[in-house]
C-alpha cells in the first residue's frame, strides 16, 4: 500500500488535536479533581469519561485477540465509516468504491462529505467480481468498502475478492463485519497484523444485543487507529455506554447464548417462510437476518403492518425488487410473522 502519509488527508496528518483534561492526567488515584472545569456534585456522572476508553479496550482485545492499540470505539460502527471519509478522502476530488447493494451509510456518508461514490453491482448470487472493483478504482480511489455478511442480502462475500482487492489495491480496504458473529467464518481480525490497508468494523449493536447504547469498534494497524483517535470527538463514548458495555463484557457467555438461538430460529424461520404462498424465494443468509423475495413486497409488508408487524421492504435497492429483509426474532416473534403470513392471501 501507499505508506500511511500520503493516504491521509494533509491537514489531518499535521492536525494538533484537542487535549481534554483526562488526557493529561490519566490516573484514578488523585484525591481532589479540580482540572476539568466538572461540577463536584453528581457523582458519578458529573465527571468526563475516559476519552480512550482504555479498560474496555482491555477487555476487547482479550476477547477478540488483538492488541489494544489497535481498537477504536466510535459512536455506533457508523462514526468510524464517517471517519473514513474524513480522514483519507479529500472532498471534491477523492472517491470511495463500494459493492452494491450494500450497506446505505457507506454512500450517505460519502454524500455528506462530498466524496464521490463509485457503486459496483454485484452478480445475482450477490457475489462481488474483484476485477470489476478494481477496474472501477482510480488514482483517487482512497478506499473501498466491503460488508460481509452482506446487508441487505445477508450472505458472507467471497474472501478470494475481498483479498484480491487487499493484496492488488494501494489504498485503504474496509471490512464491515457487523455481522460475523452469526456468520460461521473466520474474522478478517486474524489479517491485521499483515494487512497494513484493512480497517475492520465490528459492532455492539447485533450479536451483543446493544444498538441502544450506539458503540462500534474499528480495527486497524496502530497507526491508523491513532489517526482515528485524533479526528474523533474527544470524549465520544459517554460514561454509561462504557459502563454498560463493560457489564456486557463480564459476561460474554450470554452473547454466545443469543448467538445459538439466533441461528437455530434463523434455520427454522427461513425453512417455514420458504414454504409461504408469498414467498418466491430465500435468499441464504450468514447474518441474523435474511432477503426474501415475495410475490408483492409492498402489499405484504402493508399487510404485515396492519397486523403489528414491521419487516424491511428493500424492493428500491438493486437487485432486490420485491424484497423483503426480515430480522430474525425470539420463538414467538417470529411464530407471529409466520402465523400472520399463513394467514395472508
Ligand atoms: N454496518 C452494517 C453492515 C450495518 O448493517 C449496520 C447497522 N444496521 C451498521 C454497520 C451500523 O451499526 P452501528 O449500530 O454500530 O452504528
Not at 64 to 82: Q, R
Not at 130 to 149: E, G, H, M, R, S
Not at 202 to 218: C, D, E, H, N
Amino acid at each position: 500500500m501507499k505508506n500511511l502519509q500520503e493516504l491521509v488527508r494533509l491537514n489531518i496528518w499535521s492536525l494538533s488535536p484537542y487535549t481534554s483534561a483526562r488526557d493529561e492526567y490519566q490516573g484514578k488515584d488523585a484525591k481532589v479533581f479540580l482540572d476539568a472545569n466538572e461540577n463536584p456534585y453528581n457523582d458519578p456522572v458529573n465527571r468526563y469519561p475516559d476519552p480512550l476508553q482504555r479498560e474496555l479496550k482491555t477487555r476487547i482485545s482479550q476477547i477478540k485477540g488483538v492488541p489494544a492499540d489497535t481498537i477504536f470505539f466510535g459512536n455506533g460502527s457508523d462514526e468510524a465509516i464517517d471517519l473514513m471519509y474524513r480522514i483519507f478522502c479529500t472532498p471534491g476530488k477523492d472517491n470511495a468504491v463500494a459493492i452494491e447493494p450494500t450497506y446505505g451509510m457507506y454512500g450517505v456518508c460519502a454524500d455528506i462529505n462530498d466524496v464521490e461514490y463509485r457503486r459496483v453491482l454485484m452478480d445475482e448470487n450477490f457475489q462481488p467480481s474483484a476485477d470489476k472493483i478494481l477496474a472501477a478504482i482510480d488514482a483517487n480511489t482512497k478506499l473501498v468498502f466491503f460488508c460481509t455478511p452482506n446487508n441487505p442480502s445477508g450472505n458472507n462475500i467471497d474472501r478470494k475478492v475481498i483479498d484480491k482487492v487487499l493484496d492488488s489495491f494501494d489504498g485503504i480496504v474496509i471490512v464491515d463485519e457487523a455481522y460475523i458473529d452469526f456468520a460461521g467464518v473466520p474474522s478478517y481480525l486474524k489479517e491485521l497484523s499483515k494487512r497494513p490497508n484493512l480497517i475492520v468494523l465490528q459492532t455492539f449493536s447485533k450479536a451483543w444485543g446493544m444498538a441502544g447504547i450506539r458503540l462500534g469498534m474499528a480495527f486497524a494497524q496502530s497507526g491508523i487507529i491513532g489517526i482515528m483517535n485524533k479526528v474523533k470527538y474527544p470524549y465520544n463514548i459517554n460514561l454509561l455506554t462504557q459502563k454498560r458495555a463493560m457489564e456486557e463484557v463480564m459476561q460474554y457467555d450470554r452473547v454466545k447464548g443469543w448467538v445459538e438461538s439466533i441461528l437455530k430460529e434463523r434455520a427454522r424461520l427461513m425453512a417455514e417462510f420458504a414454504k409461504l404462498g408469498c414467498c418466491i424465494k430465500v435468499y441464504p443468509s450468514d447474518a441474523n437476518f435474511f432477503l426474501a423475495r415475495v410475490k408483492d413486497a409492498a402489499a405484504t409488508y402493508n399487510y404485515l403492518v396492519d397486523q403489528g408487524i414491521i419487516v424491511r421492504n428493500r424492493s428500491k435497492i438493486a437487485l432486490c425488487g420485491n424484497s423483503l429483509r426480515v430480522t430474525i426474532g425470539t420463538v414467538v416473534e417470529n411464530n407471529a410473522l409466520l402465523e400472520a403470513l399463513c394467514a395472508y392471501k
